[in-house]
Nanobody, 113 residues
């Protein structure tokens, strides 16, 4: 079955940047609206950003002005640019095809000095 695949996570210092990618495992699956979620240890999953098929974005207040959600439909890829990262951004980040149960395995983002 098709699944979503996240990549781009890693270890960065506070104030650093990362770009996360979300792609389908099979190219025939065309991405529509995509949501980015994160889950930190001991905490509930939180939606942080969304992007529609037309590129319209929304962000949770805690990441607004720091994160930028975008997409390249020709490449069937969604991106999450994360700037000015804080330790509280540390979590596993997931992408989800909105309105479906289609998720990826997640990519770990760790912000620490």
């Amino acid at each position: 079955q098709v699944q979503l695949v996240e990549s781009g996570g890693g270890l960065v210092q506070p104030g650093g940047s990362l770009i996360l990618l979300c792609v389908p495992s099979e190219s025939f699956f065309i991405l529509d609206a995509i949501g980015w979620y994160r889950q930190a240890p001991g905490k509930q999953r939180e939606r942080v950003a969304t992007v529609t098929s037309g590129g319209i974005t929304n962000y949770v207040d805690s990441v607004k002005s720091r994160f930028a959600d975008s997409r390249d439909n020709a490449k069937n890829t969604v991106y999450l640019q994360m700037n000015s990262l804080k330790p509280e951004d540390t979590a596993v980040y997931y992408c989800n095809a909105i309105g479906t149960a289609l998720w990826g395995q997640g990519t770990q983002v760790t912000v620490s000095s």
